[in-house]
DNA sequence: GTGAAAGCGCTAACAT
DNA sequence: ATGTTAGCGCTTTCAC
């Protein structure tokens, strides 16, 4: 019985102090002491801070898994994360833990490293953690695998506009006003020939805004679009190819920041001097952008104001397992920063 | 008795299947069940089939929850990243990430946002978990809190080269010959005036590497260093001040890959041109360094080294909770890119 | 107000 | 090779 206080080596072990050893050191039960602890006013004032007391000398620090398993919940929402390394990410994942805390739930991240496997490992993760809901922060996880999830526990995707898949929420920025917010912004400044450095799957929003918001202006004959990785080098690629020909763009639209910078590289080689003979644009506003050397004009994505969408439409269908599906979209912002100008007549 | 077919609402609700389920629907015990889903060879061919069948046909999942709680592990190794913006510590949260799933550990990451009172948070929550243990990448908290860990669960803390605290391992980069690399380059090149922009107390092993280093080439009345915040921003005002001086120096060695940008963009500014009349040098060797329109030539920290050398060494450390201290360095290496040549005569 | 008893889903002896 | 019996540490009725 004493076992309590001897390791699996039989060399003596702290083991972690329990409920039962709080309630014996203040002399009440189980149950009662559960209650103080969890700040029940059923309790007497003394007997209170007795159990109080006693847990506090004892370091007492409740077995998250025990009380998940009494409670069947575990108070924790799952947080897959597609790519840590893109600063977008990393910064969004950060508020949505933010958000989630003040909410009451803790949040477990997970990096999905751009790979379907291990975002389909990561998700049997928490599903074997049970965690409360999930949030899809940009997963590269094909459509129809979404479909697993469905009835089985809350969850809400990021960066995806429209799922057709039922049963499961969305929050995105609104790419498509995004593209516009960046087109306008160019054709404000007197450019007509923007091409547009475009991304994969996941930003085809981007690129339809692009489309979309060219031809509201009239120039749908100069829409351009080189399709990339979404990488620094994806964007010099593309940037050398627009800007090698013999008429080449004023302006850039690029699908992300890093992109971006690979096009300013791909300019800064080639001797086209931003913003006088290239304007470029890039999309997320992400600290890149912000560096001082760089001061690149994006579109900006309201990380806070996602983070936020994300939670509480998670908590919601935590409330309300059975509601309709929501798709929560959030309006860009654009910041101009030395990377735009009007075009060289 | 068949409520678990019905949710709290009432309505009826698909309860995960628990291993019960399956050892009913497989016609066997729990424990048999258990045994042959953790793939024990002591079951007959026969039942291990049936067994593994009826869980298919389930989707039965592990509780985490309750296996922990029997088992009394979690399998979880808590990884405590101090800032997860900063793309050095994304990177080797992956390969922690990596590192401990390739051992039959999961992780679970958690935001410090370079704050004490997050860390502490974080880190309370970890012990709630149960972690087996705890990982912590470049901590804010001082050195005397770790004290409150000791014996409670094994811990490495990474970037802090020598703790004053028994019983916790550490795991770095070896800062001073980081330091001497970058020097003993820029020596190799001609340069005799090299600065160091510096950071925070936790980053004094990479100052010091500088000192040292440059004592050891006869340039010890040379050494000239600026304090930052190890932040894009706090790079370009300890360059402008270095560069607007009489007699500025030909080299900078700047304490990370982010400030060294800074410093980059104030040498743009003050039309100082790089490298012809400025060479700098970044530490962590991050993809920002690698951007094309940057090349930075940068210290580089072996991540996947460090990350398993953080992995064994609290594995090491779950296999023998007595064992004398750790502390583990990894020898860093120099990417040379394009922002060092040889000074102007 | 307080305590006794049952149970969350699983593993781990201990029987066979 | 398989089943039985106890827990793991906590919450939660339900009595008193």
Do not use: W
């Amino acid at each position: 019985l004493n076992e309590r206080a001897t390791g699996p080596t039989g060399r003596p072990r702290r083991n972690a102090p329990t409920i039962t050893d709080v309630a014996q050191r203040a002399g009440v039960s189980r149950s009662l002491a559960s209650l103080a602890l969890r700040g029940s006013d059923l309790v007497s004032a003394g007997k209170r801070e007795r159990i109080l007391r006693a847990a506090d000398e004892l370091g007492y620090r409740p077995n998250a898994m025990a009380r998940g398993l009494a409670e069947r919940r575990s108070r924790l929402i799952g947080v897959l994360v597609s790519d840590l390394r893109n600063a977008f990410f990393s910064e969004l994942a950060e508020q949505v833990d933010l958000a989630a805390r003040q909410a009451g739930y803790r949040c477990v991240i997970a990096a999905g490293h751009r790979d379907t496997d291990q975002e389909t490992e990561a998700v049997r993760s928490f599903v074997e953690s049970r965690v409360d809901a999930l949030a899809m922060l940009s997963p590269v996880l094909p459509e129809q695998r979404f479909a697993q999830f469905t009835g089985q526990l809350p969850v809400t995707v990021e960066g995806r506009e429209r799922l057709g898949v039922p049963g499961i929420d969305t929050v995105s920025t609104d790419d498509t006003a995004g593209a516009a917010l960046a087109v306008e912004h160019l054709v404000a400044l007197g450019h007509r020939d923007i091409a547009h450095v475009s991304g994969g799957d996941a930003a085809t929003g981007r690129r339809a805004g692009y489309e979309t918001a060219m031809r509201a202006h009239g120039l749908g004959g100069n829409v351009e679009t080189v399709a990339t990785d979404e990488s620094d080098a994806g964007g010099y690629e593309a940037a050398r190819k627009l800007l090698g020909r013999g008429d080449p763009p004023t302006a850039v639209f690029a699908v992300n920041d890093v992109s971006a910078l690979g096009v300013l590289a791909a300019a800064d080689d080639l001797g086209v001097p931003v913003p006088d003979a290239l304007s470029v644009v890039g999309y997320d506003d992400t600290y890149l952008a912000e560096l001082r050397g760089v001061a690149l004009t994006s579109v900006a994505q309201p990380c806070d104001l996602i983070a936020q969408g994300i939670v509480e439409t998670l908590l919601g269908r935590i409330g309300d397992p059975d509601r309709a599906p929501v798709h929560r979209l959030v309006a860009p912002t654009l910041s101009i920063r030395s990377t735009t100008t009007a075009p060289a007549r």
